[in-house]
């Protein structure tokens, strides 16, 4: 289990792009977001800095 907090979230737009950021990392990744927190919470097998390095390229760099 990753967390993240990701100052910039701000709205459901945020909320799909960075879901969708999460998932080019890994497709079966579970995705669980806080919006009023700026938390993500991924369950997934893949490595952080994979989906750290996809959230960077969509724009959302955690804090
Ligand atoms: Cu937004």
């Known amino acids: 289990m990753l967390n993240f907090e990701i100052p910039n979230m701000s709205c459901g737009h945020c909320v799909r792009a960075i879901t969708e950021a999460v998932h080019q990392a890994?497709?079966?990744a579970q995705v669980q977001v806080d919006l009023p927190q700026h938390r993500v919470q991924v369950d997934t097998?893949?490595?952080?800095?994979?989906?750290?390095?996809?959230?960077v390229e969509a724009g959302y760099t955690p804090a």
Do not use: E, H, M
């Open 45 to 55: 097998v893949v490595a952080r800095d994979a989906v750290v390095a996809r959230l």
């Open 26 to 28: 890994d497709p079966a």
